[in-house]
């Protein structure tokens, strides 16, 4: 597997479908790793936030969420042949998951909505298996009971979604002890699963303007936007050095 570094974060140069083969590798394999999809606001944060440098850094497959990596790569002189985003990974493994008979734990988003996602992805591919599902409103001191949760229902791959990048900060804690083939944050994918939150159309997708149809759809998103230019700036600044 090829990587590029961007800003100190191993990429992968892969597409959604390499992406998919790597995983499904991975369940086969059956040691517990971690995927990030890495978009352009987490790795402005881990510049400065360690740890969550440290996290990128040690997961097993890191890919390009958002046209912004893409980007990036591209300043540096790499290669990255497109974005691979949670949600689209998320279906993309779903999909692996109807045909290989894998069991799925849904972990995260408000009561309810872990459940009508896992409802929705069983409807959609019925070889997939619902091994489990736990909201993502429980505090710090409930994380053993949710581990052990997780780990007796023996999923192979497990979403979270409890936003980044609390999501990523809890899957490398527990990744050992949760003993889960694959384990991966998903940000909001459960509530578009469920139908709680609509997805920006695909003609945006295409034009790769999906951050800003989700601004229009949730112009609360706005401060979280305001990273992007940032990110951008720092990525010109830094210059050759991202050809390290």
Known sequence: ???????GAPVASVTLDEAAQLVNWFVKEGRPRQVV???PEYLYRAQVERQLMDIVRQADLVTADGVGI???????????PERV?????LLRLA?????NGWRVFLLGSAPGVAEAAGRELERRHPGLVLAGTHHGYFKSEEDEDVVAKIREARPDLLFIALGAPKQEIWGARYLGELDVPVVMGVGGSLDV???????APVWTQRLHIEWLARLVMDPK????QLVLPKF???VLLKGSNLKN
């Open 37 to 39: 999809t890495l978009n």
């Open 193 to 199: 699963l469920a139908g709680t939150v609509r997805r």
């Open 1 to 7: 597997m090829k990587t590029v570094n961007i800003l």
């Open 85 to 89: 985003t949670g949600i689209d990974l």
């Open 95 to 99: 999909q692996e998951a109807g045909v």
């Open 70 to 80: 893409v980007w990036a790569a591209r300043k540096a002189g790499h290669t990255v």
């Open 232 to 234: 951008a700036l720092l």
């Open 221 to 224: 998103r706005w401060r979280r």
